[in-house]
Structures are given as C-alpha cells and as structure tokens.
C-alpha cells in the first residue's frame, strides 16, 4: 500500500459527473478491509462493477474474506513487505495453510513483494516471504499481485527466472525500459489515479492490453470509484474516448484475474 496524498481532488467534481457516465469501471487493487461496508456500498453506487481487494497481513485477509461474493468483491489474499518483515516460520506457515484453506474462494496472492524503504537488513526476511508465496502462487495456479518500491528490477528477475506469467505490477512506478521489460513477460502495469510525466510516459510506450487501473484505496486515493483518474490518464496519452479506454481496462481485468463475465454484474 503506498501512502500517498492524491493530486487529484481539483478535478473530483468534474470526475464524478463523467463517472455516471461510464458503467464499465473495474479497480485491480483496493483494500477493502480498510474501507468496509459503507465504501462498498458507495463504489458501487458509482458505477465500479468490481473491484479486487488485498490482504496486507493476517487479519486484513479474514477481513477481505468476509466482502467476498465473487460479484462485485473478489478477493486475493497476501502479505506486504511491511508486515513481512516480521512474520516468522511459525506464521508464515499459517499463512499458506490459510491461502490453502481459501484456494477456492480466491482470485490470486496478494499483495506480496520487495520493498527497500525499510532497510537492507529486513529485506532477506521480505525475500524468504516473497519467494515462499511466488511459489505457493505458481504451484496453486494463482494471479499474483505485487508491491515492488525500488526493487522493481529485481521482483521481475526473480518472476522471470520462476516463470511466473501472471504478474500485476501494483501501483507502476517504474521507467520505460522497466515497463516495455514487462510488458515482453506478459506482465500487467497498473497506474494509480496520481498523475506524473513519468506515468504518462510508460502509458504511451506500452501496449494498452497490459495496463490495469487501481486505486489503492483509502491509501493513494479515497475509495475505488477514483480509478475514473487513472482511465482519464489513459485516456488522454493514447487518444482513444474514455468509454473506449473503460471498456478495454474493464476486459483487460477480468481476463488477467480470470473472472467469469457472467459473475460480474453489471450496473
């Protein structure tokens, strides 16, 4: 989860009224344990179809699992490096024995990943857990979806060495080269709605088949709708009516994490 305050709030008003607009909204990573029911219920009147929540530690999983009604609320269950990087044998193996308890009930591993901010020294225990859950994600057939704070190029070493191909780069903070390296893997880049020169650019050297939108809510952006931003990001660099941009990010999700059409209702 990246605590960051959004640069959009100017514009939310203008947001809202093209939101009704657009019946085709889909949030790839959102934590909903953070949220509950009344911000559901709120993205939902907003017109997001469906969104993927994310477990961060051991109770936010619980929590997720309880929202989870393969309609509207899809559930991937995880760690983040933050929390990783205490998490022991002991509870690591509880982890997975949950995930594995849940295989049928989820959609994918998440979030996961490698995160520097917190110092060399914790990141071997953040690389024991990483490896561990990119394992259990390959052996369990499972989407993954991955935090990656300045260790970007070394998440995608390790992936590609697994062979891991159903990768969702959370919240894509990396440069073209970074980008196009994914987008030849078959890896999904997912753009936040935080506008920045760097973003745009890697929006207009990738292909759009390889892009999600989220809205790592409430951390980056208040609540799931707010992925209006990000599609009005792509919007614009590639040219193409928001609709369209909708449409194509919408089917993009649903195909990456393997859900059903018939299970996402439709408002």
């Known amino acids: ?34 949220i509950g029911k009344d911000g559901i ?11 993927l929540t ?7 999983n619980d929590k997720n699992l309880s929202f989870l009604d393969n309609v509207h609320v899809f559930v991937n269950m995880g760690i983040d490096p933050q929390n990783a990087i ?24 998440g979030e996961i990943g490698l995160d520097n901010t917190y110092g060399e020294e914790s990141m071997n225990r953040q690389r024991v857990v990483f490896d561990t859950l990119v394992d259990l994600s390959i052996k369990m057939q499972k989407p993954i979806s991955v935090h990656a704070r300045g260790t970007l190029d070394e998440v995608i070493d390790i992936l590609h060495n697994k062979g891991h191909s159903r990768v969702h780069l959370h919240f894509f ?16 880049v997912s753009i936040p709605p935080l506008d920045s020169a760097r973003r745009r650019r890697v929006i207009k050297e990738i292909a759009i088949d390889n892009i999600l939108v989220e809205s790592d809510s409430p951390a980056a952006s208040k609540s799931p709708q707010e992925v209006i931003s990000a599609l009005m990001m792509i ?22 994490f393997s859900l059903s059409q018939k299970n996402i209702m439709m408002r």
């Open 173 to 188: 903070e990396g440069d073209i080269m970074q980008a196009k390296k994914a987008e030849r893997l078959g890896y999904m």
């Open 41 to 51: 219920a709120e993205a939902l009147r907003h017109n997001v179809a469906f969104m």
């Open 235 to 256: 919007s614009e660099v590639k040219g193409i009516s928001l609709d369209r941009a909708s449409d194509i990010i919408f089917d993009n999700t649903r195909k990456f």
């Open 86 to 109: 205490n998490l022991n044998d002991a509870h690591l193996g509880a982890l997975i024995s949950n995930i594995k308890i849940n295989a049928a009930r989820i959609t994918g591993i």
């Open 54 to 60: 994310n477990g961060t530690t051991m109770e936010s």
């Open 1 to 34: 989860m990246e605590m960051l305050k959004p640069k959009f709030d100017a514009k939310l008003k203008e947001d809202k009224l093209i939101l009704k607009q657009i019946t085709r909204l889909a949030d790839s990573h959102c934590h909903l344990d953070l």
